[in-house]
Each structure stands twice: as C-alpha cells, then as structure tokens.
C-alpha cells in the first residue's frame, strides 16, 4: 500500500481490521476511496413492539402519560458473559424472574475496543431482541470511571477518550435509533476526580462534555432518554441547583452505595441527590450491599433504608450485579442462578414484597427466615412447596392482610432460611412452623400448605391441633397410602437423580411434569428457577425423606379444613381417603391451571381462600 494512502487512512484501524477480516474488503485491492459504507442495521419488526419510554416533567412515563418507576438488575459486561459461556436468552429470562423491568447492560471500552464495534454490536442486537421478548427495556451504560476532560481513569479497563466516547454513543445511536427497548442511554458510568489523583474538572466542564453528548446523540436518535450522571463516582447532584444540564427530555443516574455517608443516611441522600427528583427524573442505575461484611449490611438495613428512600421520592433504581464474580454480587454461583442473599433480598424488593419487616426465628441454631404481615395472635401461615420460597404467596398476602395477619414461612433450606448439610425431614419442617409461630407470639392460625408444604400443615395440625385454627391445601400433597411401595420407589429413585451431576437436567424434566399446556411460559420459567436455587442437598434430602414409611401414616383430624385442588391430576379418586383422615374436609377444584394455581390464576385462588378464611 503507497505511504501516502497509509498516511490517509480516516477509519479507526479496528474498524478497518474488522472490515478485512470479515471479507467486506479485499486486502490485495484496498483503496480508501472504495470503503463500503457503514451498513443500516436490518429491519426489525419488533422496533416498537415495547411502549415508548420518555419524560414528562420529573417523571419517566409511558405513552399515555401513566408515570414509570423502573426497578431493574445490572448485569456484567456482555464480552465477559459471552467469553465465559453466559451470554444466552436464559440469562435474561433469570433476570427477568427477580422481577426485573430494567437490564443495565455496562460496556466497557476496553471491551467495546478489542471486540470491534462491528462485533460487539451483534451482542447487544441479541440483547435487545432478548429483552424484548421478554418486555424488559435496557439502560446502555458506557461503562468507565474516572476523569473524562482530563484523560485520566481508576483502572486501565476504564480507560477511554472524549472522542471515543463520541464515537461510541454516534454508533449506538444511529444503530439503534426508533427501537423501544433502550430506554435510557447512561453517557458515563461513573465521573470522579479521586480526591485530585484524577486530575481537576469543573462541574462546569463536565456539563459542556454531556451536552455535547446529547447533542451528538439527538442528531441520530432523539427518542432515547440520556442520562447524566454527577461527580464522586455519580452521587453529587447537588450542582444542579445551579447549573442543570442544559438540555430538555433527560435524566440523572446516581449510585447511591452505603459507604458513600454515614448514619443517618436519609438526611445526607436527601441534600446530596434527592432533592433533584422533585425537578427531574432521576433513576439510580448502580448499589449495592452485602450483607454481614459491613455494619450498613447487617440484616439488610441498608437495603431496606435505600429502597424505601428511593421509592419513597419516586426513583427508579438498579441493583449490581447479576454475577458471582464481581461484587456485590447477586449470584451466588452460576449453577441454577443461584442467588446471594443480597440477591434473595432484591428479588423481593422487585416484587413488591418489602412492606414489612423481614423476620428470622430460630431453630437448632440456624436462622428460619419468614415475612411478618400485619399484627395479631391469630394469624394465617403459608408454606411453599418443594424448592420454593415466599415469593411463591406473593399474590396473595396482599389480598388477605387487611383482615388477617399474614406469615409467609421459607422451610429450611429454601429461599432465605439457613440451608446446613442436615436431613430434610417433615420433622423438621414441623418444628420449623412451630418456631416462627413462637417467634411471632402467634397462638393460633389456619395453615395453608401449597404441594410438600400441604404435607408440613398437616403434620404441623397433627402435632398441634391447640393452634391450628384450620387446615388448607392449595394443591396440598399428602402421603396417600395406597401402592406404598412403587410410591417409596418412586421417591427413592428421584432422590438418587437429585443427587447426580446432571441433577438440574432431573429437576427440570420432574417440575415439567407438574404444568399443564394453558401454563404460562413466565410461571413455569419461574418455578424452575426457584426450585434450582435450592440448594441440591436440600432437594435429594427432602426427596428421600418422601420414602420415609411414616409418610404414608396418619392421624384422624377432626378440624376444618379445606383444599384448592387443580382439576388435571383428577384429584377426585382420592377424595375418600382424605376424608378418611380429615373428616370435615371440603374442596374445590379449578381447571386450566398445573401444580401453581396461586401463579396461574391467583385471582380465583384469592377468592377461595376469602371464602374459607371468613368462616374461620
């Protein structure tokens, strides 16, 4: 090639390896004037299958102006993913079971780099389409922290430049220009000076470099919704008093994390960032905790301090991060998505489910984790089923707890309940509802027990007719004895599968046996995810104890009780035998639902359980 075309060259020299390497150019007859132009990205006809996300006064809003408060999870950098095995549909479709409506997804320069924009831009294609698929919306983060102006970053992998960061956010957003799913375009991860180790900006320059950001952006895509982050690692907003970005149609992310002030935290987030939600949108796209490490960990108070705050002035917010590898981390380990405690904690928040305070009674010395609604010493307790937690019941402790108090119990070794390497017994379990009943100086209560919890309610009114108000099964499973033998195999056989290497493969193909085809395919998503967040000894050693003899031997029970039974494993043959045992037995059936009734149709499973509990 002559020395004067070299010297002539105007495409970044990744760009143009990327082009000779994939054939769109010709090396033996290169010439700069021949350059192919960038191509348009493919049509797509889901561009505008998700609602229009944008900003109406200080709110984010949907296309009929009903306000949007997004809660969402970060997950890593997609070349990490990607290069670990991890960059698939289920991951999302994992995201999306916490409860998420928003996926961050951080791109590092470094990686968007030695990817090729050509090439990393295919990754976030399939993110886009993935989180379509599954209504979630992205917020795309440019991933650096440190100083901008002054070419200086906290570590190498955040090392970047004014004009690759222009160049990066021309790219995305004239590839991405018209489709729903972004939402929010986050300009910079994290801005900090470093107590001066970083050099000096001025908020004032700082300012200059977004708005020509959002400028640049705006010539090519002007739906998206920037978003502007503050100094000391994006927690100072307190400029805005005076100097707002000058830019209409925006947003302000800050990272909100514990260690950033001291107790009392709300006062000191009220005066650094808070304020600003009464004027614009503001979103916190990146905290954090880990709970037990630090004093703000303990027992989740930061957590529920941060969240209730941030929802309390209408900010969206997004954990970090989905990951075992970089913390805090919501995953505990990448077998099943096993999740962290911080993890198990932001589930419920994405849920909803952070109304009350969280509780922990005390059994053998290990911690048995339930939910404490409302107050009372009568009370109705719900227990899950094999592998699930109280997440389970989240449709219905709302609709019950402005007339009774309402406990929802995680069985040892399910959801946040300590899981030591012990025998999983109905014993156990018995004594585990005992002990939360204890805590919460609950004296009596109607035990409600969905699949094996059915088993524990009826073990727990055996054990403790004084305190059991009433006896209900959505679902319930009982030891019915009959065929007791092939029933023992049966059991034996699943527990020695659960045990195995390839146990996820066992667990997934039993619970599928448990969904009939009018199941949604979010429920059954999130059925298996649950049951495989369990841990695998707890799974085979509750499967074991099923083929315990005393499984299949039972008391006389003359108390109300009453049963929600799905139609489709026709559970009419056996209707005489658990009268046989519960005399005062009355049941119900519902048809088009599996083994979930209370996530297939928690509506009509409200309404029985209204019916039944007003007699009580």
Request: charged share 25%; proline share 7%; with cysteine.
């Amino acid at each position: 090639m002559p020395e004067w075309v070299t010297m002539r060259i105007t495409i970044p020299a990744l760009a143009l390896a990327a082009l000779l390497a994939s054939g769109a150019v010709n090396a033996q007859t290169y010439h700069w004037w021949n350059l192919p132009p960038v191509p348009a990205p493919p049509p797509n006809p889901n561009l505008k299958k998700l609602p229009l996300i944008s900003v109406q006064g200080n709110r984010f809003v949907d296309p009929q102006g009903k306000p949007v408060l997004f809660r969402g999870v970060a997950i890593a950098d997609p070349d990490k993913l990607e290069g670990q095995g991890h960059w698939n549909k289920e991951l999302f479709a994992a995201v999306q079971q916490m409860g998420a409506r928003m996926v961050r997804i951080p791109v590092h320069p470094i990686a968007w780099r030695e990817r090729t924009p050509k090439v990393y831009l295919r990754m976030l294609d399939q993110a886009v389409e993935w989180c379509t698929e599954l209504g979630m919306y992205i917020d795309l983060d440019w991933h650096s922290i440190g100083n901008l102006k002054a070419g200086l970053f906290q570590d190498p992998n955040y090392d970047t430049s004014v004009e690759e960061t222009s160049n990066f956010w021309k790219t995305v957003a004239e590839h991405f220009a018209g489709n729903n799913t972004l939402a929010f375009y986050e300009l910079f991860n994290e801005p900090t000076l470093f107590s001066g180790r970083l050099g000096r900006m001025s908020w004032g320059e700082w300012k200059k470099i977004n708005e020509d950001l959002i400028a640049l952006i705006r010539a090519y895509d002007r739906e998206k919704i920037p978003l502007v982050a503050g100094l000391d690692w994006a927690y100072d907003l307190t400029p805005l008093h005076i100097e707002p970005i000058a830019a209409e149609r925006i947003g302000y992310s800050v990272h909100p994390y514990a260690n950033k002030r001291s107790r009392p935290w709300e006062p000191k987030w009220e005066e650094d960032f808070g304020f600003a939600a009464a004027n614009y949108p503001v979103v916190a796209t990146e905290f954090g905790f880990t709970p037990g490490e630090a004093e703000a960990g303990q027992n989740n108070e930061y957590g529920k301090a941060i969240v209730k705050y941030l929802e309390g002035k209408k900010i969206g917010w997004m954990c970090w991060l989905f990951d075992p590898d970089w913390p805090p981390c919501l995953l505990r380990s990448w077998e099943g998505y096993a999740l962290s405690e911080s993890g198990k904690f932001f589930k419920e928040a994405m849920q909803g489910m952070l109304d009350e305070t969280d509780r922990f009674a005390r059994l053998d010395g290990n911690k048995v984790h339930y939910r404490s609604y409302g107050s009372g010493k009568r009370a109705v307790v719900f227990l899950a089923g094999w592998g699930c937690d109280t997440t389970l019941w989240r449709n219905q402790a709302p609709a019950l707890a402005d007339k009774w108090r309402v406990l929802l119990v995680d069985l040892p070794g399910h959801g946040r309940s300590d899981a030591p390497e012990i025998r999983y017994t109905l014993a156990l379990f018995t004594r585990a509802v005992a002990a939360v009943l204890d805590d919460a100086r609950v004296e009596k209560a109607a035990v409600v027990g969905h699949s094996m919890g059915g088993m524990v309610a009826y073990q727990f009114a055996s054990e403790h007719p004084e305190r059991t108000l009433a006896l209900i099964w959505v679902d319930g499973a009982f030891g019915v004895p009959i065929q007791i033998e092939r029933q023992m195999a049966d059991f034996k056989r699943h527990a020695q599968e659960f045990r195995g290497p390839d146990y996820r493969e066992k667990v997934t193909q039993f619970i599928e046996q448990l969904f009939v085809p009018e199941t949604p395919a979010a429920v059954r998503e999130e059925v298996r995810q649950s049951v495989l967040a369990t841990p695998q000894h707890v799974l085979a050693s509750a499967q074991e104890e099923f083929a315990n003899p005393a499984t299949f031997e039972h008391s006389v029970l003359d108390i109300p009780a009453f049963a929600l039974f799905s139609s489709f494993w026709k559970p009419e043959q056996y209707i005489d035998i658990f009268k046989k045992y519960l005399p005062r037995l009355e049941y119900e059936l519902i048809d088009g639902v599996g083994h979930y009734p209370m996530l297939e149709k928690p509506a009509e499973t409200n309404a029985f359980l209204a019916r039944v509990l007003a007699r009580l």
